[in-house]
């Protein structure tokens, strides 16, 4: 069956440090992949999404790379900063399998000064 | 900027009863979708709609859960007769399209649904 892994243990880092997030998934071959943000007792923020034939996606302090051949992508946030910190999501989706999200279990990461 | 909106912010009540769980999309966005999260575990998807109509569902969506779109701006969960099981926070997502990689969705606040 289909998995998607993330670190389940929190992620802590000291602010300035590029922090680094890893989503595999396993049994399938997204087209795409999204990365979300959850705040505590909040819905899901859309960060970015990253198609199978990009290899990376930046978006200010945040890049994103999808490796198919790993069936593994890395999210990281340079010069982290507290506001950083939060519970992020990967939702890996292919082509034909609807417009639902799926979503890994998150890692939530802490950024301490 | 434009948001989705839930309401209530928390609702609870008594195993058995029936709960309406309310959102309103984004205006100009087509597909809607429900997802809920258990305490301490992931979002997990129950329905999505689309042209007045579910267009998918999940093995949790069963026959107690129904969506509608009763006016051009709300869009409902229905919970016939809630279980203690029930209990979890429902979020409500809109996008401007379906199509495969394309498919930003925008989510609401949530409702914390809690069944005693």
């Known amino acids: 069956s289909q998995k998607i892994e993330q670190n389940s243990e929190a992620l802590n880092i000291q602010e300035g440090k590029t922090a680094t997030l890893t989503c595999n998934y396993t049994?399938?071959?997204?087209?795409?992949l999204q990365w979300y943000r959850q705040d505590p007792g909040r819905g899901p923020v859309f960060l970015l999404l990253i198609r199978e034939n990009e290899k990376e996606k930046r978006k200010e302090r945040l890049k994103v790379t999808f490796d198919t051949t790993l069936k593994q992508s890395l999210f990281h946030i340079t010069a982290s900063q507290p506001a950083d910190s939060a519970t992020y999501l990967c939702a890996p989706s292919f082509t034909g399998g609807g417009n639902k999200l799926t979503f890994g279990t998150g890692t939530q990461l802490k950024v301490e000064l | 900027e434009p948001e989705v909106t839930q309401t209530p912010s928390h609702q609870v009540t008594q195993m058995g009863q029936e709960v309406i769980l309310r959102c309103v999309p984004i205006?100009?966005?087509?597909?809607f979708y429900w997802y809920r999260q258990i305490l301490g575990q992931k979002v997990e998807f129950l329905v999505s709609f689309y042209n007045n109509e579910i267009s998918e569902k999940s093995e949790i969506f069963d026959d107690q859960f129904s969506v509608e779109r009763p006016d051009g701006s709300n869009f409902t969960l229905k919970i016939r007769s809630t279980k203690l099981e029930d209990s979890a926070m429902y979020f409500c997502?809109?996008?401007?399209?379906?199509?495969?990689?394309?498919?930003?969705?925008?989510f609401g606040p949530g409702t914390r649904l809690t069944v005693l």
């Open positions: 997502a809109s996008s401007e399209t379906g199509l495969a990689g394309y498919n930003e969705q925008f």
């Open positions: 049994n399938y071959s997204p087209a795409y």
């Open positions: 205006s100009n966005h087509l597909y």
